[in-house]
Nanobody
Framework: QVQLVESGGGLVQAGGSLRISCAAS????????MGWFRQAPGKERDFVSG????????YYAESVKGRFTISRDNAKNTVYLQMNSLKSEDMAVYYCAAAALVRHPNWRIDVSSERGYDYWGQGTQVTVSS
Protein backbone atom coordinates (compact mmCIF):
# COMPACT_ATOMS: atom_id res chain seq x y z
CA GLN A 1 0.00 0.00 0.00
CA VAL A 2 0.99 3.65 -0.22
CA GLN A 3 1.39 6.13 2.63
CA LEU A 4 0.39 9.75 2.10
CA VAL A 5 1.54 12.73 4.15
CA GLU A 6 0.19 16.20 3.52
CA SER A 7 2.03 19.40 4.41
CA GLY A 8 1.98 23.11 3.76
CA GLY A 9 -1.31 24.04 5.32
CA GLY A 10 -1.63 27.14 7.45
CA LEU A 11 -3.21 30.53 7.91
CA VAL A 12 -3.58 32.86 4.93
CA GLN A 13 -5.52 36.03 4.32
CA ALA A 14 -8.41 36.09 1.90
CA GLY A 15 -7.09 36.75 -1.57
CA GLY A 16 -3.77 35.17 -0.74
CA SER A 17 -2.07 32.02 -1.98
CA LEU A 18 -0.90 28.77 -0.49
CA ARG A 19 0.65 25.61 -1.87
CA ILE A 20 0.04 22.32 -0.14
CA SER A 21 1.92 19.13 -0.84
CA CYS A 22 1.39 15.42 -0.45
CA ALA A 23 4.34 13.08 -0.27
CA ALA A 24 3.78 9.42 -1.10
CA SER A 25 5.82 6.43 -0.06
CA UNK A 26 5.61 2.67 -0.15
CA UNK A 27 4.79 1.98 -3.80
CA UNK A 28 5.83 3.41 -7.18
CA UNK A 29 4.14 6.79 -7.31
CA UNK A 30 3.34 6.59 -11.00
CA UNK A 31 1.10 3.59 -10.28
CA UNK A 32 -1.45 5.98 -8.80
CA UNK A 33 -3.80 8.67 -9.91
CA MET A 34 -4.01 11.35 -7.22
CA GLY A 35 -6.69 13.61 -5.84
CA TRP A 36 -7.36 16.36 -3.35
CA PHE A 37 -10.51 16.56 -1.25
CA ARG A 38 -11.49 18.95 1.51
CA GLN A 39 -13.78 18.94 4.49
CA ALA A 40 -15.08 22.00 6.27
CA PRO A 41 -16.49 21.77 9.82
CA GLY A 42 -19.92 20.18 9.84
CA LYS A 43 -19.80 19.37 6.14
CA GLU A 44 -19.08 16.34 4.03
CA ARG A 45 -15.74 15.77 2.38
CA ASP A 46 -15.81 17.22 -1.12
CA PHE A 47 -13.72 16.73 -4.23
CA VAL A 48 -11.33 19.55 -5.11
CA SER A 49 -9.03 18.30 -7.85
CA GLY A 50 -7.57 15.19 -9.45
CA UNK A 51 -4.61 14.34 -11.67
CA UNK A 52 -3.90 11.19 -13.61
CA UNK A 53 -0.78 9.10 -13.13
CA UNK A 54 1.28 10.93 -15.74
CA UNK A 55 0.09 14.43 -14.96
CA UNK A 56 -1.34 14.84 -18.43
CA UNK A 57 -4.97 15.10 -17.33
CA UNK A 58 -6.40 17.19 -14.53
CA TYR A 59 -9.85 17.69 -13.08
CA TYR A 60 -11.28 20.44 -10.90
CA ALA A 61 -14.39 21.17 -8.93
CA GLU A 62 -16.29 24.11 -10.37
CA SER A 63 -15.75 26.09 -7.19
CA VAL A 64 -11.96 26.13 -7.62
CA LYS A 65 -11.53 26.26 -11.39
CA GLY A 66 -9.26 29.11 -12.42
CA ARG A 67 -7.93 29.53 -8.88
CA PHE A 68 -6.38 26.17 -7.97
CA THR A 69 -3.81 24.17 -9.90
CA ILE A 70 -2.92 20.55 -9.27
CA SER A 71 0.43 19.15 -10.37
CA ARG A 72 2.69 16.22 -9.61
CA ASP A 73 6.36 15.41 -9.67
CA ASN A 74 6.75 11.69 -10.10
CA ALA A 75 10.48 11.89 -9.49
CA LYS A 76 9.75 13.35 -6.05
CA ASN A 77 6.70 11.18 -5.33
CA THR A 78 4.75 14.34 -4.58
CA VAL A 79 1.50 15.94 -5.67
CA TYR A 80 0.83 19.63 -5.16
CA LEU A 81 -2.15 21.91 -4.95
CA GLN A 82 -1.46 25.56 -5.68
CA MET A 83 -4.29 27.65 -4.29
CA ASN A 84 -4.67 31.28 -5.37
CA SER A 85 -7.28 33.93 -4.64
CA LEU A 86 -8.30 32.07 -1.53
CA LYS A 87 -11.75 32.70 -0.10
CA SER A 88 -13.23 32.08 3.32
CA GLU A 89 -15.21 29.19 1.84
CA ASP A 90 -11.94 27.45 0.94
CA MET A 91 -11.15 27.01 4.62
CA ALA A 92 -11.11 23.29 5.39
CA VAL A 93 -8.97 20.29 6.11
CA TYR A 94 -7.44 19.20 2.81
CA TYR A 95 -6.89 15.51 2.18
CA CYS A 96 -4.68 13.84 -0.36
CA ALA A 97 -5.88 10.56 -1.89
CA ALA A 98 -4.40 7.91 -4.17
CA ALA A 99 -6.14 5.65 -6.67
CA ALA A 100 -4.32 2.52 -7.81
CA LEU A 101 -4.32 2.22 -11.59
CA VAL A 102 -5.00 -1.52 -11.48
CA ARG A 103 -8.11 -1.04 -9.33
CA HIS A 104 -9.54 1.89 -11.26
CA PRO A 105 -9.21 1.34 -15.01
CA ASN A 106 -11.98 3.89 -15.56
CA TRP A 107 -10.89 6.26 -12.84
CA ARG A 108 -12.02 9.33 -14.76
CA ILE A 109 -15.60 8.24 -14.09
CA ASP A 110 -15.02 8.26 -10.32
CA VAL A 111 -12.41 10.98 -10.09
CA SER A 112 -14.66 13.26 -8.02
CA SER A 113 -15.97 10.52 -5.73
CA GLU A 114 -14.36 9.05 -2.63
CA ARG A 115 -14.98 5.57 -4.07
CA GLY A 116 -12.44 6.43 -6.75
CA TYR A 117 -9.59 6.31 -4.22
CA ASP A 118 -7.92 3.65 -2.14
CA TYR A 119 -5.62 5.49 0.24
CA TRP A 120 -5.94 8.72 2.18
CA GLY A 121 -3.66 11.03 4.06
CA GLN A 122 -4.34 12.52 7.48
CA GLY A 123 -5.10 15.97 6.16
CA THR A 124 -3.69 19.47 6.50
CA GLN A 125 -5.63 22.45 7.79
CA VAL A 126 -6.06 25.51 5.59
CA THR A 127 -7.42 28.56 7.39
CA VAL A 128 -8.45 31.67 5.47
CA SER A 129 -8.88 34.89 7.42
CA SER A 130 -11.11 37.64 6.10
Amino acid sequence: QVQLVESGGGLVQAGGSLRISCAASGRPFNNYHMGWFRQAPGKERDFVSGINWSGATTYYAESVKGRFTISRDNAKNTVYLQMNSLKSEDMAVYYCAAAALVRHPNWRIDVSSERGYDYWGQGTQVTVSS
